[in-house]
C-alpha cells in the first residue's frame, strides 16, 4: 500500500546488490527496481561516463545535464543491464590478467588460486531427492594443490541416501563480485553446470575404492568420491577433485542446466615425421591425500611410435619395471583423510591422482583429478631389489588409462613405483591432430 515514489525514494538509497533482490520480490518491485535514475546514478559512481559535456558553471550541473542526456529515449533496465554487464567485463579481465602467465612444468596459469578469488568462485552441490525436491549443501573445505582443488562437504542434515535420484556440482559465482568482502550466498548468484551423478543403487553401481573403521567410499567418474557411514548407510560427505585445466570455464561459462563444453583444438603443424607418433610428451604427477602429498613430479621427452598400436591406444611409458634408476618413492603413509562436525579418519591405500599430460607444445592433452586406490596383487614380485608385496593402480576413463605398479619395501616401510604407463586412446590422438592412428 506505500506510494511508488516512497518507495522510489527508499530504493535510491540502496546499493546494486541491494537493489537486484528487492527486485525478485514482486513484479511491482521489479519495475521499480529498474529505473534508469537510481541505476545511472549506481553507475556513474563506479565508472566514468562515456560522454563528458564541457564548460559546466558546476559540477552538479555537469551530472544533471549528462543524466537527463543518458535518461532520454532509454528502455526502462538499460542503465542496469549497462552497469551488470561492464562489472562482469571488469572481472573477466581481471582474472584473464592472473591467469595469462603459464607455469612451464604443469602447463597451467601460475596463479589459478588468485583467479578463483578474484572472480568470486566457489562450489555447491545440489541433491535432488525422487520427489523432485531440491537439498543446496553450500559449506565447503577446500584443499589446494599444484594441479588441482579438492572440496570436502560434509553436515548433519544430508537427506537420506534411500530418497535421492541425483547429485549436481554447480560452480557459483556472484553476479556482482565485490572485492572487498566475500560473497553473500544471499546475493544474486551464476550457477555453471560441471557434473551431474545418478545415486540410485549407489552401492551397486559405483566402484568401492575403500573403508576405514567408520566410513566406506565409492567413487563416480569425473572426479567425485561419496564416504557413507557403515552403520546406518548415510552419508558422511562428498568430495570433489577438481583439475584446474579449464576449472574457471567449467566452473562459470555453463548455465544451470547444460554444461561448458571445450572448445575443439587447433592441430599445430609440424616438421617431425607422422610415422614417430607421439613425441616430445611431459606429464605432471601429483598423488596427494588431501593435505599429505605423496609424490609431486615431471616427467620430460615421453613419445611412442606410431607402430606401437594396441587395441585402440597409444603407449607412453613412464617408469619402466626394468630401469630401477628412476623407480620411484612413496613419501609418508598413503591414505585419504576425511574429516566432518564429530568425526574424522584415513582411509589407508586410498589417494587422489592428479594427472596432467602436456603435447609436443606444452599445451594440456589430457587432465584429470581422480580419486583412486592401491589394490594388493595375485602376483609375486620379479625384482630381486624388493621382493615385498606388488600393489596396482588403475585408472580409465574415455580418453585414456593409467596402470601404477608399485613394490612395499619392508625394510624401509615405503611404498615405490616400479611401473607406470600411460594408454591415450587413438581417437582422443585423432580428434587432437586431426590423424587417422
Not at 551488470?84 to 596459469?109: E, S
Not at 599444484?146 to 549436481?168: E, G, Q, R
Not at 573403508?211 to 557403515?230: C, E, I, M, T
Not at 609436443?360 to 631389489?385: H, I, N, Q
Amino acid at each position: 500500500s506505500m506510494p511508488s515514489e516512497m518507495l522510489m525514494k527508499i530504493f535510491s538509497y540502496l546499493d546494486a546488490v541491494s537493489l537486484l533482490c528487492v527486485g525478485c520480490v514482486n513484479r511491482h518491485f521489479y519495475h521499480l527496481a529498474n529505473d534508469n535514475g537510481i541505476w545511472l546514478k549506481i553507475y556513474s559512481s563506479c565508472f566514468q561516463p562515456k560522454r563528458t559535456i564541457w564548460k559546466m558553471k558546476s559540477e552538479q550541473t555537469e551530472t544533471v545535464s549528462l543524466g537527463c542526456a543518458a535518461l532520454r529515449d532509454r528502455k526502462p533496465g538499460y542503465w542496469k543491464k549497462e552497469y551488470i554487464f561492464k562489472q562482469i567485463a571488469a572481472v573477466k579481465t581481471r582474472v584473464m590478467r592472473l591467469v595469462k602467465p603459464v607455469d612451464p612444468y604443469t602447463g597451467l596459469p601460475c596463479k589459478n588460486k588468485e583467479a578463483m578469488k578474484a572472480s568470486g568462485l566457489s562450489w555447491i552441490i545440489v541433491l535432488k531427492d525422487k520427489n523432485g525436491k531440491e537439498h543446496v549443501m553450500e559449506k565447503a573445505n577446500l584443499s589446494f594443490k599444484d594441479t588441482s582443488v579438492t572440496i570436502l562437504w560434509y553436515s548433519t542434515n544430508w537427506p537420506c541416501l534411500d530418497i535421492l535420484s541425483t547429485l549436481k556440482l554447480f560452480g557459483v559465482t556472484p553476479l556482482l563480485p565485490d572485492q572487498s568482502r566475500a560473497p553473500s550466498k544471499n546475493g544474486p548468484r551464476r550457477r555453471s553446470l560441471i557434473a551431474e551423478y545418478h545415486l540410485a543403487n549407489l552401492t551397486e553401481s559405483s566402484a568401492a575404492v575403500g573403508a576405514d573403521k567408520l566410513v566406506q567410499l565409492f567413487s563416480l567418474n569425473p572426479g567425485l568420491l561419496v564416504g557413507l557411514w557403515k552403520e546406518k548407510n548415510e552419508i558422511a560427505f562428498v568430495m570433489a577433485s577438481l583439475h584446474y585445466h579449464q576449472l574457471l570455464e567449467r566452473s562459470t561459462l555453463g548455465s544451470a542446466t547444460v554444461q561448458y563444453v571445450l572448445p575443439p583444438n587447433k592441430p599445430v603443424l609440424d616438421d617431425v615425421d607422422p610415422e614417430y607418433g607421439l613425441h616430445d610428451y611431459s606429464l605432471h604427477l601429483d598423488m596427494h591425500g588431501g593435505s599429505c602429498t605423496y609424490l609431486c613430479g615431471t616427467f620430460k621427452s615421453l613419445s611412442c611410435r606410431k607402430g606401437d598400436v594396441e587395441n585402440g591406444y597409444l603407449r607412453l611409458i613412464v617408469v619402466s619395471l626394468k630401469d630401477n634408476t628412476k623407480h620411484l618413492p612413496l613419501i609418508g603413509t598413503v591414505g585419504l583423510s576425511w574429516e566432518t562436525d564429530v568425526f574424522k579418519g584415513n582411509v589407508k591405500d586410498c589417494y587422489v591422482m592428479d594427472v596432467t599430460l602436456l603435447d609436443e607444445t606444452g599445451k594440456p592433452f589430457w587432465c584429470f583429478s581422480a580419486p583412486v586406490y592401491m589394490e594388493l596383487s595375485s602376483r609375486a614380485s620379479s625384482l630381486y631389489d624388493y621382493m615385498g608385496h606388488i600393489y596396482t593402480t588403475d585408472y580409465a576413463d574415455s580418453e585414456g588409462k593409467v596402470c601404477v605398479e608399485l613394490e612395499w619395501l619392508e625394510e624401509t616401510k615405503e611404498y615405490f613405483i616400479v611401473n607406470l604407463v600411460l594408454y591415450i586412446s587413438t581417437k582422443k590422438v585423432n580428434n587432437w591432430y586431426g590423424t587417422n592412428y
